[in-house]
Every structure is written in structure tokens, then in C-alpha cells.
């Protein structure tokens, strides 16, 4: 797996969240960690998590029954369905924003593009926030983001909170790893890191510099990053054949078994991407296919993260930028609708089965419980501990919160 750093490279208006303090939230918190399925390109959830079987635009696919009484879900996900009694439905998030890219912007930072604010992604904040200084990994890994466009960001925050980009498959991990790693590290390795250090210092001591100081703490970053034990957690041939046949022999099920390895080692935020969900023609031939992918992966995940005892504590998030339209087209594709879609979530101390708010018969509005994407941050940051209201100086001088201040927490999924 080739890897590569990314160095410098509505919320709570009247709610409870309101009045805790960051303190008593980290109180009650129990999530230690987020796992992000992003589903890039805009999944089609009418076919997915909310379907509409009673109506023409429900499409070919049949509903099966699930683990937990009274959740549907596809018939392409009969793996997932037995843990469905760990798993929580949103059908009821809305937005307005139907283009890809300012879509993305909002449903990955809670926050509509504005020009010239840099807003950090919620990988990024998380790391900021959860990530120890002393973590020899980094606090935001990605795995196998799309290329176009770049997302995955830290923003405005300092470097530390920068994602660790994980390239496509497992093949090899040449980024990390150092031929004759404890030779180098004590010899020539060791006198050229002492050098730079000294010369960081020399020009510290003439005065602050944000820059020479975060390219120091990146530095050791780095040096943290190749020792062995670290570069172990990235290699999958340490897992069993079967393993591995059981998340999918596919870029996407292998970073599913790799966000797992990282859980196990405690990084806060991973997201793994599976892109292709486009599907503006032949719709149900791609979901299909892909849904096959995110069944084995998801489905593995919450398996192996109950059978360690880390689910309660790890949130698991399965989402796109927004939905698809009800109705069909004439090239058996769904186009953009970000008026009523859905997420899925797993794990946490409140997902339990659940479905949560609901759209019309014909899937094209929310009937109930509407929620957007700033309450969906705001809902994290409530389970992990993070107060939604603290606020980040920015690029543009002005201080900005980590959750819009007119958002509110979704209160099925917190404690």
C-alpha cells in the first residue's frame, strides 16, 4: 500500500447541547474513536436504507428483514442485516445543496463554502481534539480517497491535525519503511535529525515561528511513523487468508480490515472511501455491485470490532454527500437529491436498531424529524466528547466553531 502524508498540504441553537460544558461532555462521553465509510459520488439510499416498495419509484430491489424488528434494509446487504441490531438509520436528512462539490464541503465540515475559509474536515477536528501528542500515529488517516476532488483537509487547523493519505490496496508499504531501519536510525539517520534540530532551535531562539514550529512536530511525526511496531499496523499480510476473504478481496474491504488495525491502536478518526455511486445511468446494476462491496466490508468491521469488545466505543458513519432522486430516469439512473436521503451509523453506546425520522411514500421529501448535516457533526462530537461550540481561530482572523451554532444534536443517538 503506498503511502503518503498530507502535510501542510446548525448546531446546537436551542438544544441541551447547548449548556453542557466541554468538560462535562467529556464526562460523559464513550466514543473513542470514528470510523467514516464515505460513500463518494452520492449513493442512491431510496435503494439502500429506505425503500419505497409500495411505490413506482422504489425501483427492482426487494427489502429484507434485519436482526433488529421493524429496520429494512436492501437485499444486497445480507450480511450487514445480521448486525443490524448494532446499527441506527437516519432516513430523514435534508440539505440544499445538490452540487458534488459543495456538497462534499458540507457534508465533510458541516459547512456551506464560503470564500476564502479554509473549514477543516471532521477527521481533521476529531484528530485536533482526541489525538495524544506522544500517538506515534497520525490522529486522521485516509484510505483510498478519490482524487478528484481532493477532500480529506485539515484547513485552517495546525498540521498535526493533517490526514495521513493510505493509497489504493495493500501491496506494499515502501512510503514507511527503511532499509535497515535500526542501523540508519542510529547512525547517519540520528546525526541528520540532531542537525536539524539544532538548527530549528537556533532559529527559534531569534523569535516564534508558527511554520519552523509545526514542521518540527512534523518531523517527529515522521520519525515516529517508521518505527517497525508502526509500520506493522498498516501491513495485512499479518492477518489470516480468511480474514481477509471475509472483509473482500477489494480495495475497499481491505481498508475496512486496515481501519480495524488502526481502531486496535486507537487512532481517533478513519475513514476509508468506495467511490462510484454516481449513478446517473443504470443505477441498480451499479449499487448492486457496489453494495456487495459495502456489505462484506461494513458487515466484517462491526463483527471484529464486537468480538474485541471495542464496538460500544468505536462510532461507525456510512455516508455520501447526498441521495438520489425517487423517480427514475429514461437511462435507469437516479440524479442528484439532496431534499430527503439517509445515513447509516453503527456502533456507539446509542445505536441500537433504531430508525430515526422517515420520508414520504414516494421518497421525495422528509416527513419527519428532518435533520441536516450539521446536526449530524454535532451528534459525533456529542458521543465523543467534543464540545460543538469550541471555537478554532481561523484563516481569515476570526474565530469559528467546530459545528454551526444553529444545528441541533440528533437526540436518538446520544446519551
Same mark, same amino acid.
Given at each position: 500500500?503506498?503511502?503518503?502524508? *498530507?502535510?501542510?498540504?446548525?448546531?446546537?441553537?436551542?438544544?441541551?447541547?447547548?449548556?453542557?460544558?466541554?468538560?462535562?461532555?467529556?464526562?460523559?462521553?464513550?466514543?473513542?474513536?470514528?470510523?467514516?465509510?464515505?460513500?463518494?459520488?452520492?449513493?442512491?439510499?431510496?435503494?439502500?436504507?429506505?425503500?419505497?416498495?409500495?411505490?413506482?419509484?422504489?425501483?427492482?430491489?426487494?427489502?429484507?428483514?434485519?436482526?433488529?424488528?421493524?429496520?429494512?434494509?436492501?437485499?444486497?446487504?445480507?450480511?450487514?442485516?445480521?448486525?443490524?441490531?448494532?446499527?441506527?438509520?437516519?432516513?430523514?436528512?435534508?440539505?440544499?445543496?445538490?452540487?458534488?462539490?459543495?456538497?462534499?464541503?458540507?457534508?465533510?465540515?458541516?459547512?456551506?463554502?464560503?470564500?476564502?475559509?479554509?473549514?477543516?474536515?471532521?477527521?481533521?477536528?476529531? *484528530?485536533?481534539?482526541?489525538?495524544?501528542?506522544?500517538?506515534?500515529?497520525?490522529?486522521?488517516?485516509?484510505?483510498?480517497?478519490?482524487?478528484?476532488?481532493?477532500?480529506?483537509?485539515?484547513?485552517?487547523?495546525?498540521?498535526?491535525?493533517?490526514?495521513?493519505?493510505?493509497?489504493?490496496?495493500?501491496?506494499?508499504?515502501?512510503?514507511?519503511?527503511?532499509?535497515?531501519?535500526?542501523?540508519?536510525?542510529?547512525?547517519?539517520?540520528?546525526?541528520?535529525?540532531?542537525?536539524?534540530?539544532?538548527?530549528?532551535?537556533?532559529?527559534?531562539?531569534?523569535?516564534?515561528?508558527?511554520?519552523?514550529?509545526?514542521?518540527?512536530?512534523?518531523?517527529?511525526?515522521?520519525?515516529?511513523?517508521?518505527?517497525?511496531?508502526?509500520?506493522?499496523?498498516?501491513?495485512?499480510?499479518?492477518?489470516?487468508?480468511?480474514?481477509?476473504?471475509?472483509?473482500?478481496?477489494?480495495?475497499?474491504?481491505?481498508?475496512?480490515?486496515?481501519?480495524?488495525?488502526?481502531?486496535?491502536?486507537?487512532?481517533?478518526?478513519?475513514?476509508?472511501?468506495?467511490?462510484?455511486?454516481?449513478?446517473?445511468?443504470?443505477?441498480?446494476?451499479?449499487?448492486?455491485?457496489?453494495?456487495?462491496?459495502?456489505?462484506?466490508?461494513?458487515?466484517?468491521?462491526?463483527?471484529?470490532?464486537?468480538?474485541?469488545?471495542?464496538?460500544?466505543?468505536?462510532?461507525?458513519?456510512?455516508?455520501?454527500?447526498?441521495?438520489?432522486?425517487?423517480?427514475?430516469?429514461?437511462?435507469?439512473?437516479?440524479?442528484?437529491?439532496?431534499?430527503?436521503? *439517509?445515513?447509516?451509523?453503527?456502533?456507539?453506546?446509542?445505536?441500537?436498531?433504531?430508525?430515526?425520522?422517515?420520508?414520504?411514500?414516494?421518497?421525495?421529501?422528509?416527513?419527519?424529524?428532518?435533520?441536516?448535516?450539521?446536526?449530524?457533526?454535532?451528534?459525533?462530537?456529542?458521543?465523543?466528547?467534543?464540545?460543538?461550540?469550541?471555537?478554532?481561530?481561523?484563516?481569515?482572523?476570526?474565530?469559528?466553531?467546530?459545528?454551526?451554532?444553529?444545528?441541533?444534536?440528533?437526540?436518538?443517538?446520544?446519551?
Amino acid at each position: 500500500m503506498s503511502l503518503a502524508a *498530507a502535510s501542510s498540504s446548525a448546531m446546537l441553537g436551542g438544544s441541551w447541547l447547548r449548556s453542557l460544558s466541554a468538560s462535562e461532555t467529556a464526562t460523559n462521553a464513550k466514543v473513542k474513536r470514528v470510523i467514516l465509510l464515505w460513500l463518494h459520488g452520492g449513493p442512491a439510499t431510496i435503494d439502500l436504507w429506505d425503500l419505497k416498495k409500495q411505490h413506482e419509484n422504489g425501483g427492482p430491489f426487494q427489502e429484507i428483514a434485519t436482526r433488529s424488528a421493524g429496520l429494512k434494509i436492501s437485499e444486497h446487504f445480507p450480511q450487514l442485516a445480521n448486525w443490524a441490531q448494532h446499527c441506527a438509520v437516519v432516513r430523514s436528512m435534508t440539505s440544499r445543496e445538490g452540487d458534488h462539490s459543495r456538497a462534499v464541503h458540507l457534508a465533510r465540515t458541516g459547512y456551506i463554502p464560503q470564500a476564502g475559509i479554509d473549514f477543516p474536515d471532521l477527521g481533521a477536528l476529531v *484528530a485536533q481534539e482526541q489525538s495524544l501528542p506522544e500517538a506515534t500515529l497520525p490522529g486522521f488517516i485516509s484510505i483510498a480517497p478519490p482524487q478528484r476532488p481532493a477532500i480529506a483537509s485539515r484547513g485552517f487547523l495546525d498540521t498535526a491535525a493533517s490526514p495521513l493519505v493510505v493509497g489504493e490496496m495493500a501491496k506494499s508499504i515502501d512510503d514507511l519503511v527503511v532499509r535497515d531501519l535500526e542501523q540508519r536510525l542510529s547512525s547517519d539517520l540520528s546525526r541528520r535529525v540532531d542537525l536539524l534540530s539544532r538548527m530549528n532551535d537556533q532559529f527559534l531562539q531569534q523569535g516564534d515561528d508558527r511554520q519552523v514550529m509545526e514542521f518540527a512536530s512534523a518531523t517527529q511525526r515522521a520519525l515516529r511513523m517508521m518505527h517497525p511496531d508502526v509500520v506493522a499496523a498498516f501491513d495485512l499480510t499479518n492477518e489470516s487468508d480468511s480474514v481477509r476473504d471475509r472483509y473482500g478481496r477489494t480495495i475497499f474491504g481491505q481498508g475496512c480490515l486496515l481501519a480495524r488495525r488502526l481502531a486496535e491502536r486507537d487512532v481517533p478518526f478513519v475513514e476509508v472511501s468506495l467511490g462510484g455511486w454516481d449513478t446517473h445511468y443504470d443505477n441498480f446494476g451499479r449499487v448492486a455491485g457496489l453494495s456487495s462491496q459495502l456489505d462484506s466490508g461494513f458487515a466484517s468491521l462491526i463483527q471484529d470490532l464486537s468480538e474485541r469488545g471495542m464496538l460500544d466505543e468505536t462510532l461507525i458513519l456510512c455516508q455520501g454527500e447526498f441521495g438520489r432522486t425517487p423517480k427514475i430516469n429514461p437511462n435507469s439512473g437516479r440524479d442528484h437529491w439532496p431534499k430527503a436521503w *439517509a445515513v447509516m451509523m453503527a456502533g456507539g453506546p446509542n445505536c441500537h436498531g433504531q430508525v430515526v425520522g422517515s420520508t414520504c411514500r414516494d421518497g421525495t421529501v422528509v416527513e419527519s424529524k428532518p435533520y441536516q448535516v450539521p446536526d449530524l457533526i454535532a451528534t459525533v462530537c456529542a458521543n465523543m466528547g467534543i464540545d460543538p461550540m469550541k471555537q478554532n481561530d481561523s484563516n481569515v482572523n476570526r474565530p469559528i466553531r467546530i459545528a454551526d451554532p444553529t444545528a441541533s444534536v440528533i437526540e436518538e443517538l446520544v446519551g
